[in-house]
């Protein structure tokens, strides 16, 4: 029974964290409504970063390192 009120009491907390995030996005600023400077404030994770450009595809994997690749030395 003390199980069956602890999972009762835990779910309670999570649906109380979830409607605060869905407060949270209900209050945000339409996608159609943004300008560049809303989005990166909102999301600054997903926002395009002048001073660090990326290409294409622009995920983590494929962006090149801060470092340059070693010049191989030559094999004669």
């Not at 407060?23 to 600054?44: C, S």
């Amino acid at each position: 029974a003390k199980s069956v009120q602890e999972f009762i009491s835990e779910s309670n907390k999570r649906i109380e964290s979830y409607q605060a995030e869905i407060a949270r996005v209900a209050a945000l600023l339409p996608f159609e409504q943004m300008t560049m400077e809303d989005f990166a404030e909102a999301y600054p994770d997903e926002a395009f970063n002048p001073e660090k450009p990326t290409i294409w595809p622009h995920i983590p994997e494929y962006q090149p390192g801060d470092e340059p690749e070693p010049i191989p030395e030559p094999e004669h």
